[in-house]
């Protein structure tokens, strides 16, 4: 069974930094086209970016645009999301996606925790 397990939450003042990951087990990483969500408290889950399998395409919600930048390493089955100039509008659980349309699967992390102090 695939797994996807995030980590590089954390507590963070307005303005600074983090880098989330995401590593996928198994030996299908190279199929999925990944991408990070996020949900802030009372809120709907929402976009934040995705690349595709080759990591050639990405893709960015506005609010993030400029600010984030996700990518990924096939060889160590891992993706990130490399976040700067963070704002307290940033604060949400985190969620690593998945998806390897072909077969119809949708994969889903635990999510992890991002704090952004002002």
């Known amino acids: 069974q695939v797994q996807l397990v995030e980590s590089g939450g954390g507590l963070v003042q307005a303005g600074g930094s983090l880098r989330l990951s995401c590593v996928v087990s198994g030996r299908t990483f190279r199929t999925y086209a990944m991408g990070w969500f996020r949900q802030a408290p009372g809120k709907e889950r929402e976009f934040v970016a995705r690349i595709t399998r080759g990591g050639g395409t990405t893709d960015y919600a506005d609010s993030v645009k400029g600010r984030f930048t996700i990518s990924r390493d096939n060889a160590k089955n891992t993706v990130y999301l490399q976040m700067n100039s963070l704002q307290p509008d940033d604060t949400a659980v985190y969620y690593c996606?998945?998806?390897?349309?072909?077969?119809?699967?949708?994969?889903w992390g635990e999510g992890t925790l991002v704090t952004v102090s002002s």
């Open positions: 996606n998945g998806q390897w349309a072909a077969v119809g699967l949708d994969l």
